[in-house]
């Protein structure tokens, strides 16, 4: 089976960080209060799973992709005929909340991957904050599909 898998990267301490909170929150789960032993296990469960998406070519279906430890978890979804790729850098916004009440928004740049069809319609298959990565990637797609790549990273859109 012929597929192309793309997951984010988790920066090393933030694993480690989540492995903490996962063994602390067992052994809090079995030795103290179930309560807060699920919450902590919970939360290094979610800080060390990824996202991704993933394109069979055999079958020609794509899939949404959350992994943790390595077990993925999507529906398949039959691909549509792709025309290009574009690389887009666009900002994303992240509440904080303390009680229900927003305190602040934190804007970071990201580039995302969006393969178009149908004209205008898109499917964003992969995020980074990495421009390097973010074309590599680009560039594999456009070898397995065989389509353009179009770099809307700058102020002028160019075709590759």
Same mark, same amino acid.
């Given at each position: 089976?012929?597929?192309?898998?793309?997951?984010q990267?988790? $920066?090393?301490?933030k694993k480690?960080l989540?492995?903490v +909170? $996962?063994?602390l929150g067992?052994a809090?789960?079995?030795?103290n209060n179930?309560?807060v032993?699920?919450?902590l296990s919970?939360?290094?469960?979610?800080?060390i799973?990824t996202?991704?998406?993933?394109i069979?070519? *055999?079958?020609?279906? =794509?899939?949404s992709i959350?992994?943790?430890f390595g077990l993925?978890?999507g529906?398949?979804?039959?691909c549509p *005929?792709?025309?290009?790729?574009s690389v887009?850098?666009?900002?994303e916004?992240?509440?904080?909340?303390?009680?229900?009440a927003?305190?602040g928004? @934190?804007?970071t740049?990201i580039i995302?991957l969006n393969l178009? =069809?149908k004209g205008?319609?898109?499917?964003?298959? =992969?995020k980074t904050d990495d421009?390097?990565?973010a @074309?590599?990637?680009?560039?594999?797609?456009?070898?397995?599909l065989d389509?353009?790549? +179009?770099?809307a990273t700058? *102020? *002028?859109?160019?075709w590759?």
């Amino acid at each position: 089976m012929k597929t192309i898998t793309y997951l984010q990267d988790i $920066l090393p301490m933030k694993k480690v960080l989540a492995i903490v +909170l $996962l063994v602390l929150g067992i052994a809090i789960f079995f030795f103290n209060n179930t309560f807060v032993g699920i919450f902590l296990s919970l939360m290094g469960i979610n800080m060390i799973s990824t996202e991704g998406s993933e394109i069979n070519l *055999e079958n020609k279906t =794509y899939r949404s992709i959350k992994s943790v430890f390595g077990l993925k978890f999507g529906k398949w979804k039959p691909c549509p *005929e792709f025309e290009y790729i574009s690389v887009f850098k666009t900002n994303e916004k992240t509440n904080i909340n303390i009680y229900a009440a927003t305190v602040g928004t @934190f804007k970071t740049d990201i580039i995302l991957l969006n393969l178009f =069809y149908k004209g205008n319609k898109h499917i964003t298959f =992969y995020k980074t904050d990495d421009k390097v990565d973010a @074309f590599k990637v680009a560039e594999h797609f456009k070898l397995a599909l065989d389509i353009d790549i +179009l770099d809307a990273t700058g *102020e *002028e859109n160019k075709w590759l």
